[in-house]
């Protein structure tokens, strides 16, 4: 700590004395016409110890820095990578020799002008004929090897973390893209994107417990939204066919590797479809990505090698048979549901004998390692989807799951305005139970469907677990720019 403060001093020293030469340390912009990369590629043939006539014009931050006196070297970074700059008398002058190593420290944000060269050990750099800064930095940053170690540090300081580790940027940069091909495959199937609520007074949609806030213009407590399923229901209702939404959701529940309380979904809605239309449009959307992205349908996650050519379907009641050894038609009360929870080391509290597959599940979801169909559940988990053909206990639901992943839970939409109705009384009753995750009755939305809306199949995707797996990533904090953390002083 003390050598930190004795940085920032002489730092702060450094300022005053470039107020005092009138250097403007803050500027208001740069001319920046090159970046690192595409230097780096158009000079690749550039041979060692061969200079070139052509000029370039970069800005970055200042990684590293070796005075030698007479000739001086500066490694700078921007958003697309790493070039070096050279400072050598008989090229910049004394003047900017001096001025930079005097004045120029690792952190600093710089623009630099210069021919290009590449030195006798091959590495392409600029030597600089003009040298501004563009920012100076008053902290020092942290030591390549030995700083920044510390997982929940580097999640809370992102900006260092960014800065720090080339592959934090890159896992950034694949998930602006799988977003990227995402829209694009939504766009090449015929899907409008709608923008739907972040705030509403009904919340719906999942079974999951929301955040609750206050509107002070119209007096009244409202919802951060926690899917958007049923505005977008409303839009096939009005007369779209295929919509879908990337957005927020906000779920006030447990944060782990695969949980964050705010997460983004791709949500799509697909009129005159069912599940099984769903399942392979969902096999599609994913093998979209990885074509796209890797160029093959096979990568690793944590060690398991995956194939998206392959897809198995289990009933969850009999995946709930293989991995639990429990046959939960059997369980007729919620205290024989609350008795097998406690069993399998889940907490009873909230546990009714309706929710009881799914919180098994959640005990073996880890071991759906290879593409996974999870099918049919039981019709009392699913308030919002239709009965399966050919067994009325069951309704026509599916969830993917990869690397031990659920990445999407999706379903023959309800469009049975009387039985959606009688669907949110029951859910009413389970929340009188203590199924905090049970749905509210939304009224309106089943005045919607007595309008009508056409057959559906809708799919909800976590956008972030699709990413976790692609960037073989072990945690949703890892792909997510500023995860929430618990506050510190």
């Not at 919509?243 to 949980?259: C, L, P, Q």
Request: glycine fraction near 6%; charge should be neutral.
């Amino acid at each position: 700590m003390a050598r930190e403060d004795e940085i920032i001093k002489e730092r702060l020293k450094k300022i005053e004395e470039l107020k005092k030469l009138k250097v403007d340390i803050y500027p208001y912009s740069f001319d920046k016409k090159n970046s690192a990369s595409e230097l780096q590629s158009k000079y690749e043939k550039l041979k060692p110890e061969e200079k070139s006539k052509d000029k370039a014009s970069v800005a970055g931050r200042v990684m590293s820095i070796r005075l030698m006196g007479k000739i001086n070297f500066a490694s700078l970074q921007d958003q697309s990578g790493k070039i070096q700059i050279i400072v050598e008398e008989n090229v910049a002058g004394n003047k900017l020799v001096d001025f930079f190593s005097k004045y120029v420290d690792s952190g600093d944000f710089i623009g630099v002008n210069g021919a290009l060269l590449r030195t006798k050990r091959g590495e392409l750099s600029i030597n600089a004929e003009k040298i501004e800064i563009l920012s100076k930095a008053l902290l020092s940053l942290p030591e390549k090897w030995h700083g920044l170690q510390d997982k929940e540090e580097r999640y809370r300081k992102r900006y260092l973390d960014l800065i720090m580790n080339p592959d934090v940027k890159k896992t950034f940069d694949t998930r602006a893209k799988i977003i990227e091909i995402m829209r694009e495959f939504m766009k090449k199937k015929s899907f409008i994107e709608i923008e739907t609520p972040i705030l509403q007074q009904v919340y719906g949609g999942a079974a999951a417990k929301p955040f609750k806030t206050h509107c002070d213009a119209f007096d009244a407590d409202v919802y951060l939204s926690i899917a958007p399923e049923l505005y977008l229901k409303r839009c096939l209702v009005g007369g779209f066919e295929r919509v879908y939404e990337i957005t927020k959701k906000f779920r006030n529940e447990g944060a782990d590797r695969s949980h964050n309380p705010e997460h983004v979904t791709l949500e799509w809605y697909q009129a005159y479809a069912d599940y099984e239309d769903g399942m392979r449009l969902f096999e599609e959307f994913m093998e979209d990505i990885a074509m796209k992205l890797l160029g093959k349908l096979t990568f690793e996650y944590q060690g398991n090698k995956i194939d998206l050519s392959k897809w198995k379907k289990i009933p969850l009641l009999d995946a709930i048979k293989q991995y639990t050894k429990e046959d939960v038609t059997k369980v007729k009360t919620d205290e024989e549901a609350k008795k097998i929870a406690k069993k399998h080391g889940i907490d009873p509290a909230e546990v009714t004998k309706t929710n009881l597959p799914d919180e098994l599940m959640k005990t073996f979801r880890d071991k759906l390692i290879q593409p996974t169909f999870l099918t049919d559940y039981p019709i009392e988990m699913a308030p919002l989807a239709r009965l399966k053909r050919g067994d009325p206990s069951k309704a026509e639901i599916f969830q993917p799951f990869v690397g031990g992943m659920e990445l999407a839970r999706a379903y023959s939409e309800l469009n049975d305005p009387k039985l959606q109705g009688e669907h949110f009384k029951e859910q009413e009753m389970e929340r009188k139970k203590g199924n905090k995750e049970a749905m509210p009755t939304d009224k309106d939305f089943v005045n919607a469907l007595e309008y009508g809306m056409p057959p559906a199949c809708g799919v909800g995707i976590g956008i972030e677990r699709i990413v976790m797996l692609f960037t073989n990533q072990p945690s949703i904090r890892d792909v997510i720019t500023f995860p929430f953390m618990k506050q510190t002083e």
